[in-house]
């Protein structure tokens, strides 16, 4: 073994060295970015119908309690510098809403819905939808517990994500438009 020693050193001196001054350890991942998540009220109890006036011409569509249509989030969350405990969030229908029988278009696909967030304690709430924007520009009110936010009871928040809104309980709807 001692002989090997001394003829071994030559060939082993270039590894040992390189493992010295080589790039060192592998750094660290970063850490993830902070996740905010939304608290989503418990499913309200369905009851009545409730009526969302699209057009003038007085005819109505029934959409059944429990529709879900998928949404997508648009921008993040972040509470206003002038009153942390009240903010907005934006939502965007990524398909068109249709009668019970599927004849009348009610929501268009990009239909933007603007719901309303409380902080408190720091945990962001969500409290309801106030309104809904048709792609034609038209805004309306968002009927009163007429829609849920889901799925599950918290909603992680992320520009892009995905959410589903729910009818919570019967709407007559007026027609938008055609299909």
């Known amino acids: 073994m001692s002989l090997l020693r001394p003829l071994m050193m030559p060939l082993l001196m270039p590894v040992m060295l390189g493992a010295l001054l080589g790039p060192g350890p592998e ?3 970063a850490p993830p970015p902070h996740r905010t998540v939304l608290q989503l009220p418990a499913a309200p109890a369905t009851r009545g119908a409730v009526d969302l006036r699209l057009q003038e011409d007085g005819s109505t569509y029934p959409v059944p309690a429990g529709l879900e ?7 993040d969350l972040t509470a206003p510098p002038t009153d942390p405990g ?3 969030i934006h939502f965007s229908l990524e398909a068109p809403v249709y009668d019970a029988r599927r004849r009348a278009l009610l929501l268009p696909a990009g239909t933007r819905l603007v719901g309303l967030v409380h902080l408190l304690r720091g945990e962001y709430r ?8 048709l792609p034609d520009g038209r805004s309306l009110g968002a009927p009163e517990e007429g829609f849920r936010l889901g799925p599950g009871t918290r909603l992680d928040i992320l520009d892009g994500g995905q959410a589903t809104l729910t009818v ?11 299909p």
């Open 126 to 133: 969500f409290v309801a939808f106030q309104s809904l924007t």
């Open 69 to 75: 249509v998928p949404l997508r989030i648009e921008g």
């Open 86 to 88: 009240r903010t907005l």
């Open 27 to 29: 750094p660290l991942p």
């Open 168 to 178: 919570a309980r019967p709407l007559r709807v007026e027609a938008f438009g055609k």
